[in-house]
């Protein structure tokens, strides 16, 4: 997984000429999806470890809540500490905090245990996406660079799909401990891997850190309505998959019936529409145009969003229920949230690290929220998990209309 030298510039760069390994494909493509793998295997372990370790529903809620803070956190920290310590050392540091949370949480004794060191787990874990986009952007040109970020996110797409199934085939073998084990196990094999095969980067004149620097970066980002334009879609949309995410084990388990592998096999039929989306938006947008794009997404967030409430409220308690409507969701959100993305970073090319950071921190902070209101609010049905991911879809659709059609440039 080494770079090889050769293709190296005189400055660390790589050669534009030259294509990514398929080893560092792999790689990144696995640093890239630590986040979403840290939260999809670890979903089918909650009904389980609440019961082990008394714990109610909202502490098992809890845990949830503590890494999406630990994500925010890590997102917006470790971008700035890269660019002045460098990359390898700082990703180092955070699969290391990564593999060592891990171990703690397989003895936790209690939920509370379990709660603090997940968000440790969650800012280790959250090093491997920030640094892996940094070093695309350090080695290779932009059409490169898009070429390996395409197959990056190929690799990233198939964890929210395979995640609960190991996790729960896991738990039926050991326990829910065995998560925890395999979290460990995952953090050793790519400190190794990062540790023999992945270089330094970092550019050698070294970046500020300087506080007021960062503030003031971000606060004209976000007093500017072209990104705000972008952000309020993409973010009402983030909102809607975390709140599905964070509560569907609870929901699928406590009140459908199913079973841990039950509920793993649902959601990974709804994260099939994430890779659907995904495909099918990648070949769609170079005819539509970013601005349709986003508008066919919101549309559909808001016909799905509203079919998912009604069939609740109408007293449907079945998975084919939650599992449709959050399939067609999903993929709506495919359609929104990267072409937003691309929207709000166009203006910004001096900001991009900046705008970036926002992107990425914004939802996690916010969904740490979501997810500690949506334990206290779980009342033995899917209702209060459903009609939140409406809500969200419906302000989805009323930003596009009131924000991003008017102020962001197509």
């Given at each position: 997984?080494?770079?090889?030298?050769?293709?190296?510039?005189?400055?660390?760069?790589r050669?534009?000429?030259?294509?990514?390994?398929?080893?560092?494909?792999?790689?990144?493509?696995?640093?890239?999806?630590?986040?979403?793998?840290?939260?999809?295997?670890?979903?089918?372990?909650?009904?389980?470890?609440?019961?082990?370790?008394?714990?109610?529903?909202?502490?098992?809620?809890?845990?949830?809540?503590?890494?999406?803070?630990?994500?925010?956190?890590?997102?917006?920290?470790?971008?700035?500490?890269?660019?002045?310590?460098?990359?390898?050392?700082?990703?180092?540091?955070?699969?290391?905090?990564?593999?060592?949370?891990?171990?703690?949480?397989?003895?936790?004794?209690?939920?509370?245990?379990?709660?603090?060191?997940?968000?440790?787990?969650?800012?280790?874990m959250?090093?491997?996406?920030?640094?892996?986009?940094?070093?695309?952007?350090d080695?290779?040109?932009?059409?490169?660079?898009?070429?390996?970020?395409?197959?990056?996110?190929?690799?990233?797409?198939?964890?929210?799909?395979?995640?609960?199934?190991?996790?729960?085939?896991?738990?039926?073998?050991?326990?829910?401990?065995?998560?925890?084990?395999?979290?460990?196990?995952?953090?050793?094999?790519?400190?190794?891997?990062?540790?023999?095969?992945?270089?330094?980067?970092?550019?050698?004149?070294?970046?500020?850190?300087?506080?007021?620097?960062?503030?003031?970066?971000?606060?004209?980002?976000?007093?500017?309505?072209r990104?705000?334009?972008?952000l309020?879609?993409?973010?009402?949309?983030?909102?809607?998959?975390?709140?599905?995410?964070?509560?569907?084990?609870?929901?699928?388990?406590?009140?459908?019936?199913?079973?841990?592998?039950?509920?793993?096999?649902?959601?990974?039929?709804?994260?099939?529409?994430?890779?659907?989306?995904?495909?099918?938006?990648?070949?769609?947008?170079?005819?539509?145009?970013?601005?349709?794009?986003?508008?066919?997404?919101?549309?559909?967030?808001?016909?799905?969003?509203?079919?998912?409430?009604?069939?609740?409220?109408?007293?449907v308690?079945?998975?084919?229920?939650?599992?449709?409507?959050?399939?067609?969701?999903?993929?709506?959100?495919?359609?929104?949230?990267p072409?937003?993305?691309?929207?709000?970073?166009?203006?910004?090319?001096?900001?991009?690290?900046?705008?970036?950071?926002?992107?990425?921190m914004?939802?996690?902070?916010?969904?740490?929220?979501?997810?500690?209101?949506?334990?206290?609010?779980?009342?033995?049905?899917?209702?209060?998990?459903?009609?939140?991911?409406?809500?969200?879809?419906?302000?989805?659709?009323?930003?596009?209309r009131?924000?991003?059609?008017?102020?962001?440039?197509?």
């Amino acid at each position: 997984m080494s770079v090889p030298p050769a293709t190296l510039s005189p400055h660390g760069s790589r050669d534009p000429a030259a294509a990514a390994p398929l080893g560092l494909t792999l790689l990144l493509g696995l640093l890239v999806g630590l986040s979403a793998f840290g939260m999809d295997m670890y979903l089918p372990t909650l009904p389980g470890m609440a019961r082990d370790l008394a714990a109610g529903s909202g502490a098992a809620q809890l845990t949830i809540t503590t890494y999406l803070l630990g994500l925010a956190a890590g997102l917006f920290v470790w971008g700035p500490v890269s660019d002045r310590y460098g990359r390898k050392p700082v990703l180092v540091f955070g699969l290391a905090l990564f593999f060592a949370s891990s171990l703690a949480c397989s003895m936790a004794q209690s939920m509370q245990e379990v709660a603090i060191w997940r968000m440790a787990q969650g800012i280790g874990m959250s090093s491997g996406p920030v640094i892996a986009r940094s070093v695309v952007r350090d080695l290779y040109a932009r059409e490169q660079a898009a070429q390996l970020l395409g197959r990056m996110t190929a690799v990233f797409g198939l964890i929210p799909v395979f995640g609960p199934l190991v996790g729960a085939q896991t738990i039926a073998w050991q326990g829910w401990p065995a998560v925890f084990w395999v979290f460990t196990a995952t953090a050793a094999a790519l400190l190794v891997a990062v540790v023999v095969g992945l270089p330094e980067t970092a550019p050698a004149e070294l970046g500020s850190m300087a506080p007021g620097r960062l503030a003031a970066n971000f606060a004209l980002l976000l007093g500017d309505r072209r990104f705000v334009a972008a952000l309020a879609p993409m973010l009402s949309a983030q909102m809607a998959i975390i709140a599905f995410v964070s509560s569907s084990s609870l929901v699928a388990v406590d009140a459908l019936g199913l079973t841990p592998t039950q509920f793993s096999l649902m959601f990974a039929t709804v994260m099939l529409g994430q890779l659907s989306g995904g495909y099918a938006g990648s070949r769609l947008v170079g005819r539509k145009g970013i601005g349709a794009m986003v508008r066919m997404g919101v549309t559909l967030t808001l016909v799905c969003g509203l079919l998912l409430a009604a069939l609740a409220l109408a007293g449907v308690a079945h998975w084919a229920a939650v599992c449709l409507p959050m399939l067609g969701f999903v993929l709506s959100c495919a359609f929104v949230v990267p072409n937003a993305t691309a929207a709000a970073l166009a203006p910004f090319p001096k900001m991009a690290g900046a705008a970036s950071s926002l992107l990425g921190m914004l939802p996690f902070a916010l969904g740490a929220l979501v997810s500690a209101a949506l334990g206290a609010a779980f009342d033995g049905s899917a209702v209060p998990m459903v009609c939140t991911v409406a809500l969200f879809g419906a302000l989805a659709f009323a930003a596009e209309r009131l924000l991003f059609r008017k102020f962001t440039l197509m």
